[in-house]
């Protein structure tokens, strides 16, 4: 009966299992499916000492809630020191009083929080500096070390060399300042396991040191108003504000951690403060920074004004905004960095919608660049008349993403900058000269005479006007065509801008025409336009005057062909009056 009943609990184990695992036997009868292995975890330190900072925070934490026996598992102890509790809990205290006296640990941000430490020293691997101790009598820098080999998970702990530094330490008589001065009641009562002493003179030596910063500044700028000439400019006196703030709270960080480090406060609570003193450290560079963008973006805004280069001001705004932007950021992935924040992965979205923000907005970055092409170049200005391809206007206006020119039909043209920086640009109100280029073209009927006659009188009216650029005009000759005698003339006038150089070109060629009209001859008219008008008749008695003209010149080597004379040409200068006679003249009292 009892064997029976053995009998069946085992046949209802058996299919007790087979019904609590039907996938299991499954893939393992029919193979259709594998075991996956999961990955070894390495298993957690109960004192976290798997990485230095784990290592460095454990200890302090430790020390502060006076379990020294704990303590001492971070240190890399004998066997013997190890087996005797007093000794282990005597050297804690040692270490901790010898911190408290002139000890510093590095910022808890600072020291590595990876199992194998710091790669990027000096230092062998598994070894990482972590802090020192620097009294009147020893110098000891604490390392700490990986007791494991590759095979196993890492344990770092304070080195044998930096433990037996402390155990070599003398301190006899070694009270701190804060030990000799503080009543008995302000060290025995603690907060935090910390006496209440230490906190009331951490606050009063954060004010002190502020107040005492504040003086030096104050000196330091009276001094330099004293030596520096140009101290009391306005460059002078923005370079000071720009500096004054960020130098005060720097050295408010320096003598704070100068003076509390000597007079002996608690590692404990100097420790807690660390990352405060290293965040305002980080402020004081990013205001730094902030106000010289300010100061570079001001002067540099009133010389372009100076100079007239009112569309580079946009741009310089334009760069302190982002720059700003950026000083922003940079702060405070930094600032979330030295409180412990993991900002890798931050970091990895950043870079990723960077990318996307790159693709989504390439023409607006490439009308970014184009503007500042177009701002360094400099190939327009607000206010000049230029031709953008097939596009004639003057420029209105030059922003980060595009430029307007108003065309003569009063329109507003809108160009994007990344297109513009790519076009053809001809400026009109660069030019130093305006070109006048007129073609006659004369009629069959004129005489050689009256051509040469023609030739000389133009070239002087060219040489004598004194609007003409002082270069040898051009009058020539060039051609017969099928229904003219050509004659083209190029020469330069000189003018501030295109209304008076039109002026001079419409003195000039009514001066011209006066002349063709004197040499007996005329324009032609194109063959193939049917002029119904009156024709004038070849005036016979003018182009014998003409000939006889010539005549003369040629008997007396006065022709001026192919080359005119210089001293004809000095004569010349100057010569006729411009505006002529009965034109009205600003210049001139008309009254």
Not at 240 to 250: G, R
Not at 377 to 395: A, N
Not at 444 to 470: F, G, K, W
Request: net charge positive; charged share 20%.
């Amino acid at each position: 009966m009892i064997l029976a009943t053995k009998r069946l609990l085992s046949f209802l184990l058996l299919i007790t299992a087979l019904l609590i695992q039907p996938n299991s036997m499954n893939a393992q009868l029919l193979g259709t499916k594998t075991a996956v292995e999961e990955p070894v975890k390495t298993p957690e330190d109960s004192l976290g000492r798997r990485t230095p900072q784990g290592t460095v925070n454990g200890f302090i934490k430790a020390i502060g809630d006076q379990n020294y026996l704990r303590a001492s598992q971070y240190f890399v102890l004998s066997k013997r020191s190890y087996r005797k509790t007093a000794e282990r809990i005597r050297i804690a205290k040692a270490f901790q009083q010898l911190l408290d006296q002139g000890g510093n640990f590095s910022p808890s941000s600072i020291i590595s929080n990876k199992e194998f430490g710091r790669v990027d020293d000096e230092l062998a691997t598994g070894v990482d500096l972590v802090g020192n101790i620097s009294t009147n009598k020893i110098n000891i820098q604490l390392y700490v070390e990986n007791q494991s080999d590759d095979s196993q998970p890492a344990i770092w702990l304070f080195s044998s060399e930096t433990i037996e530094s402390i155990l070599s330490a003398d301190l006899t008589g070694e009270k701190s300042f804060l030990d000799r001065i503080l009543p008995r009641i302000l060290k025995e009562k603690k907060v935090g396991n910390v006496p209440i002493g230490h906190w009331a003179v951490v606050v009063v030596m954060a004010v002190v040191t502020y107040l005492l910063s504040r003086l030096l500044i104050f000196v330091l700028i009276f001094l330099i108003q004293k030596i520096w000439r140009k101290a009391d400019s306005d460059k002078g006196t923005a370079m000071i504000d720009a500096f004054s703030l960020p130098v005060q709270l720097y050295l408010t960080v320096i003598l704070f951690v100068a003076l509390t480090q000597r007079m002996g406060i608690s590692i404990v609570v100097r420790q807690r403060f660390s990352i405060i003193i290293i965040t305002i450290g980080i402020v004081a560079f990013l205001i730094l920074l902030w106000r010289m963008t300010d100061f570079v973006s001001m002067f540099t805004r009133s010389r372009m004004n100076r100079r007239g280069r009112i569309s580079a001001v946009s741009a310089i705004l334009f760069l302190s905004r982002t720059t700003k932007a950026a000083i922003i950021v940079i702060g405070i992935i930094a600032i979330l960095g030295i409180i412990g924040v993991d900002v890798t992965a931050g970091l990895a979205a950043l870079g990723i919608g960077g990318i996307a923000l790159a693709l989504g907005a390439q023409k607006t970055i490439e009308n970014f660049v184009g503007s500042v092409s177009l701002i360094a170049d400099q190939p327009l200005r607000v206010g000049d008349y230029c031709r953008v391809d097939d596009i004639k206007g003057t420029v209105e206006s030059i922003g980060m993403r595009s430029t307007t020119l108003r065309t003569s039909a009063r329109t507003i043209v809108t160009i994007p900058n990344g297109q513009l920086s790519a076009s053809k640009i001809e400026n009109y109100a660069h030019r130093d000269r305006f070109i006048f280029n007129p073609i006659f073209n004369f009629r069959m009927e004129t005489t050689p005479d009256q051509m040469r006659y023609l030739l000389v009188e133009l070239r002087s009216l060219l040489y004598a006007h004194p609007a003409i650029l002082n270069s040898s005009p051009i009058v020539r000759f060039t051609g017969i065509t099928a229904d003219a005698l050509k004659v083209e003339i190029t020469a330069y006038i000189e003018a501030i801008n295109v209304e008076v150089s039109q002026e001079v070109q419409e003195d000039i060629l009514l001066r011209m025409m006066d002349i063709i009209e004197k040499s007996g001859t005329s324009l032609a008219y194109p063959s193939q336009t049917l002029y119904m008008a009156r024709d004038f008749s070849f005036s016979t008695e003018k182009a014998e005057e003409v000939s006889e003209t010539v005549k003369k010149w040629k008997e007396n080597n006065e022709l001026q062909l192919p080359k005119f004379d210089p001293k004809r040409v000095e004569d010349l200068k100057n010569s006729i009056k411009y505006p002529d006679e009965g034109s009205f003249n600003p210049n001139e009292d008309n009254s």
